[in-house]
């Protein structure tokens, strides 16, 4: 059977102020193919997407549909041509259900009313018979699972016969189990001829599903190739122009130092029971644990985000009477979310700003803004964090998200932090990011600082923990040292010792 190209970009060329984002990128899908695309954050996926779905309008180059020239000037436009966009934030409305938000601005009618019976069965149809997915279509969307909301974006675009699926890091969210479920889905439309462009950081999520993989830098074509022809480490080369062979960064042997932090008896109204744990000066704290065992919780008690029921926390040696974080952050606990875009960043806001608002009084003299040291701190945080920004007063929202993640970093750098809590400090960032912020935790812990990191990768886990501890449905089930641990005993002591572990398994998701 014949090849058939479904789409081409050819020569697409698109500048911001300050910002070469596109420079002649081709790229080709085939009819019924998975073709993922991949990159470091600000290598110019986003922006490709965006003018492939309309979002924005391209300086130069031009897009080819099934053999012919079109020209897309809004998202409107994309979906007439067949081609639906699944972003990483969705575009559901809450309280209208599955069927509503599927068929929302284009409903079947009868006689000049929305004929809701032909609604209801097109889309089980699509959800039931299509997809291969069940659940009740009249519940309201607020109430149904990531998982299943993904189910009803997917859905959305093909109620408008959407040949061209692109999917903006679907597994981001999603459990193990939920992912398998999307793959099936992905294997389904493929069998369909539905051409899918698969935009993701997990690697092996690649080698697993696509059949042809494109990858950029700086806004260029690296190359095109077909998966099996590559391996994980050719990829990533690609991707970064260097060997990162050696991801993680493991303790130089200076040894730790005092303790910073202790945490005693802590426990709270909804989770945790008796929290019990140190952190020293120049160590990483790994904490591993399933979905609801607490790591979150306990992190956002601890900076006085969420309210405590009892117990005590020591910093320095003293109680630290923390309520809230602004109580926090003076006892110098700092703290970067899971979720940066919602608690971590101001995003309308530039990256001078986003980097000096938990330190204003280190920049002020009794309450005036003293600008000149305000550029200084930022300029020297943005140079030794290799921040990629046109100037500090550019909007936290237009950065990549490895680099946001430096501006959150950053902003408690400039606080002076002597404890800084990582929940989740690299997710969805690309391998070259993630290497440099593993780095950066490293040299931070090395100057003396303590640093706890929750993260669901026990990969990261194992790599970065100078002690790791395991979380149980809100408790610590667990204290190992690196040199003993591995990813079956973490899981081991994450599910309780009777629970049967499998070679399935092979991370633990965020709680």
């Known amino acids: 059977m014949s090849v058939q190209t479904a789409l081409e970009l050819r020569n697409i060329t698109k500048r911001f102020p300050g910002v070469q984002a596109l420079s002649d990128v081709t790229f080709t899908c085939n009819r019924g193919e998975v073709h993922a695309l991949v990159g470091e954050n600000g290598a110019g996926k986003s922006t490709l997407i965006k003018v492939l779905s309309g979002a924005h309008q391209p300086d130069g180059g031009e897009i080819i549909l099934k053999g012919e020239k079109v020209s897309i000037r809004s998202p409107l436009d994309a979906l007439r041509l067949g081609i639906g966009v699944i972003y990483q934030e969705f575009t559901l409305i809450p309280y209208l259900n599955t069927i509503e938000n599927i068929f929302l601005g284009h409903e079947p009618a009868k006689g000049g009313f929305v004929d809701f019976g032909k609604m209801y069965e097109a889309a089980r149809s699509l959800l039931y018979d299509t997809l291969g997915i069940q659940f009740d279509l009249k519940r309201p969307i607020?109430?149904?699972?990531?998982?299943?909301?993904?189910?009803?974006?997917?859905?959305?675009?093909?109620?408008?016969?959407?040949?061209?699926?692109?999917?903006?890091?679907?597994?981001?969210?999603?459990?193990?189990?939920?992912?398998?479920?999307?793959f099936q889905v992905i294997e389904t439309l493929r069998k369909q001829n539905v051409t899918i462009i698969y935009i993701s950081h997990r690697l092996e999520e690649i080698f697993r599903i696509a059949d042809r993989v494109t990858v950029l830098k700086d806004g260029k074509v690296v190359g095109t190739d077909d998966?099996?022809?590559?391996?994980?480490?050719?990829?990533?080369?690609?991707?970064?122009?260097?060997?990162?062979?050696?991801?993680?960064?493991?303790?130089?042997?200076?040894?730790?130092?005092?303790?910073?932090?202790?945490?005693?008896?802590?426990?709270?109204?909804?989770?945790?029971?008796?929290?019990?744990?140190?952190?020293?000066?120049?160590?990483?704290?790994?904490?591993?644990?399933?979905?609801?065992?607490?790591?979150?919780?306990?992190?956002?008690?601890?900076?006085?985000?969420?309210?405590?029921?009892?117990?005590?926390?020591?910093?320095?040696?003293?109680?630290?009477?923390?309520?809230?974080?602004?109580?926090?952050?003076?006892?110098?606990?700092?703290f970067v979310p899971e979720d940066r875009k919602t608690h971590g960043l101001c995003l309308p806001l530039q990256v001078r700003v986003n980097m000096t608002i938990a330190s204003l009084d280190r920049i002020s003299t009794v309450g005036v803004m003293r600008p000149s040291l305000e550029n200084k701190v930022v300029g020297e945080y943005i140079q030794q964090l290799r921040v990629v920004t046109p100037s500090m007063e550019q909007i936290v929202s237009n950065l990549s998200g490895g680099n946001q993640q430096k501006v959150v970093l950053a902003k408690w750098l400039a606080a002076h932090c002597k404890v800084i809590i990582l929940d989740e400090p690299t997710r969805g960032i690309d391998v070259g990011?993630?290497?440099?912020?593993?780095?950066?935790?490293?040299?931070?812990?090395?100057?003396?600082?303590?640093?706890?990191?929750?993260?669901?990768?026990?990969?990261?886990?194992?790599?970065?923990?100078?002690?790791?501890?395991?979380?149980?449905?809100?408790?610590?089930?667990?204290?190992?040292?690196?040199?003993?641990?591995?990813?079956?005993?973490?899981?081991?002591?994450?599910?309780g010792e009777a629970a049967a572990i499998t070679g399935e398994v092979n991370n633990v998701h965020s709680g």
Request: glycine content about 10%.
């Open 142 to 182: 607020a109430y149904l699972s990531v998982a299943q909301k993904q189910m009803v974006e997917i859905a959305k675009a093909l109620a408008l016969n959407a040949e061209i699926l692109v999917m903006d890091e679907p597994s981001a969210p999603l459990t193990s189990h939920e992912l398998e479920s999307l």
């Open 227 to 334: 998966v099996g022809r590559l391996n994980k480490e050719t990829l990533i080369e690609m991707m970064v122009g260097r060997d990162l062979s050696q991801h993680y960064f493991a303790p130089k042997g200076t040894g730790r130092g005092q303790k910073v932090l202790s945490v005693h008896n802590l426990c709270t109204a909804d989770r945790l029971e008796n929290i019990s744990f140190d952190v020293y000066q120049g160590e990483i704290v790994g904490i591993a644990g399933l979905v609801g065992s607490g790591r979150t919780e306990l992190m956002r008690a601890i900076f006085g985000a969420d309210p405590r029921l009892s117990g005590t926390i020591e910093v320095d040696g003293r109680v630290a009477h923390i309520q809230s974080p602004k109580q926090a952050v003076g006892y110098g606990i700092g």
């Open 433 to 495: 990011a993630k290497a440099e912020i593993y780095h950066l935790m490293r040299n931070l812990a090395e100057a003396g600082a303590g640093i706890v990191m929750v993260s669901s990768e026990l990969p990261e886990i194992l790599g970065m923990s100078d002690r790791i501890l395991v979380m149980r449905e809100g408790q610590i089930a667990a204290e190992l040292a690196p040199g003993d641990a591995t990813e079956n005993l973490i899981l081991r002591h994450a599910m």
